[in-house]
């Protein structure tokens, strides 16, 4: 597929909301706490979970100088305006001063990692030190979801979510192997024709070695095989998966984002969002 796309960030944001869209679909049918909805108004992308074990799953992206007047509309959706975060690409210093003038403070910046997927051509190095396997099987599942809840480590509640959205057909999984012990596992699937790369974990004692380097530069190649003009993925602002998706050539985009101020704690309950690498050293 030739190279067309005008706007990479604005494609690879499309590309990653639909997956999310996807994620939070598959949790409402798996009666997961809470409601979930996705939806789009005014230019603006709205991600709701009403449960608060999920509040972080509470965003609203897209938000520029047209988009900010619908903003208030697309607020009234949600339960609990405290735990919303609202993200802009490349906001200017007049729409920055109106959100603090109306009570937002700024957050953690939220990156999108995008890749113009004939840029690069990863040199396979790590292919002496490391078997990839696309799972195939329902053993090959089983084992994969094993490694994202070993190396997550997460909650009862984020781990019932996480293998949810991976359990979606459209999600392809790969299981990073060293001298026939599996070490990492990492996911990736197709939206809008964007590699949207994501649920990447490493056991413990493996981080540092390479695998999550080579389950991006494998899942490079299958994204080039299919003809993927990007690739894009969303990670932790200065975790090791923003320096490897950096390291491997994609361009790091630090989103800008707000919440509601307040006097008390509404800090993001959790780590992991739908498509987003773990903060694995690999």
Known sequence: ???????????????????????????AAGGLPGAFESFRLGGLRASIATADQYGFLNTVEGL???????????????????????????????????MLDQ???????????????????PDGADRNQWEIREVSSAPDAALFADLLDAGYAATDNVRSLIRTEH???????????????????????????????????????????????ALLGHRIRVARAFGCPLAAATAAPRSPSVRNLARLGFTIVERTAWRVKSTTSDEVRGSWSPAEPSATRG
């Open 1 to 27: 597929m030739p190279d067309t796309v005008e706007d990479p960030v604005h494609d690879a944001e499309l590309a990653v909301f639909e997956r999310k869209s996807l994620a939070l679909d598959a949790a």
């Open 64 to 98: 520029n100088e047209h988009s900010v007047e619908h903003l208030p509309e697309v607020l009234n959706r949600f339960a609990n305006r405290h735990q919303i975060t609202i993200i802009a690409t490349s906001p200017s210093q007049a729409l920055n001063d109106r």
């Open 103 to 121: 009570g937002y403070e700024l957050a953690p910046v939220r990156p999108i990692a995008v890749l113009r997927v004939g840029a690069i051509r």
């Open 167 to 213: 359990a979606l057909p459209m999600v392809r999984a790969f299981i990073a192997f060293r001298n026939g012990e599996p070490l990492a596992a990492a996911a990736m699937s197709v939206q809008n024709a964007v590699a949207v790369l994501g649920g990447a974990s490493t056991l413990p004692a493996a981080r540092g070695a390479g695998a999550q380097s």
